[in-house]
């Protein structure tokens, strides 16, 4: 079955620091998404992006952050200088259509955990 | 404002019992309810999901309920397993729109032998 793959698995950055979280979306996807968990908090929405620009961003989701697609693959999230609160799971999805149905919707990598210390 | 309230925030069930999670929404545009499924380590994966258009909506063990008129719906686990031992997260959005789903907080399930 396709995964979305998401690299890595596990970083810890001192605060201030620059991080690149990647994912590796399902091929034949066109839209994806990030989100973050805060250990045993809700899963949040940060960003979706299709056609190669940002769709819809939540608050969290401030100057701090951009997303890039730089090639056929990958799709990256940056946070330009790490906050102590920015430490979470950080998860990858993406999406064939914008149609969600019964049978499909999102497919979520396994999450990177981003430990800001 | 807490789109979607979910509960309990976690369950302890014997195995061969009910399991049952409730979740409310609160914008009646939303018409897509998801439930997830994440073990440790893992990434939330997709369990069942209902339109509104249904009350229930039946998948093996799993069985969606869906009330419009009270913005509720709810993950009935039947037979619970201990392999069930998870967490649960409903959510709910638009199904056409890509626009973002709002997750409730989780209930941790544990499915006593």
């Known amino acids: 079955e396709p995964e979305v793959t998401q690299t890595p698995s596990h970083q810890v950055t001192q605060m201030g620091q620059e991080v690149i979280l990647r994912c590796v979306p399902i091929?034949?996807?066109?839209?994806f998404y990030w989100y973050r968990q805060i250990l045993g908090q809700k899963v949040e929405f940060l960003v979706s992006?299709?056609?190669?620009?940002?769709?819809?961003k939540s608050e969290i989701f401030d100057d701090q952050f951009s997303v890039e697609r730089p090639d056929g693959s990958n799709f990256t999230l940056k946070i330009r200088s790490t906050k102590l609160e920015d430490s979470a799971m950080y998860f990858c999805?993406?999406?064939?259509?914008?149609?969600?149905?019964?049978?499909?919707?999102?497919?979520f990598g396994s999450g990177t955990r981003l430990t800001v210390v | 404002q807490q789109q979607v309230k979910q509960s309990p925030q976690s369950l302890i069930v014997q195995k061969g019992g009910i399991s049952i999670i409730n979740c409310a929404y609160e914008?009646?545009?939303?018409?897509?309810f998801p439930w997830y499924q994440q073990f440790p380590g893992k990434g939330p994966a997709l369990l069942i999901a209902?339109?509104?258009?249904?009350s229930e909506k039946k998948e093996g063990r799993f069985t969606i309920s869906f009330n419009k008129s009270a913005k509720q719906f709810s993950l009935h686990i039947m037979d619970s397993q201990p392999g069930d031992s998870a967490t649960y997260f409903c959510?709910?959005?638009?199904?056409?729109?890509?626009?973002?789903?709002?997750f409730g907080t989780g209930t941790s399930l544990t499915v006593i032998p």
């Open positions: 999805a993406s999406s064939e259509s914008l149609a969600f149905g019964e049978d499909y919707g999102y497919t």
């Open positions: 091929s034949n996807h066109l839209y």
């Open positions: 992006f299709y056609n190669n620009e940002i769709s819809e």
């Open positions: 914008n009646t545009a939303f018409d897509y």
């Open positions: 209902i339109r509104p258009d249904v």
């Open positions: 959510a709910a959005g638009p199904s056409n729109t890509g626009n973002q789903f709002y």
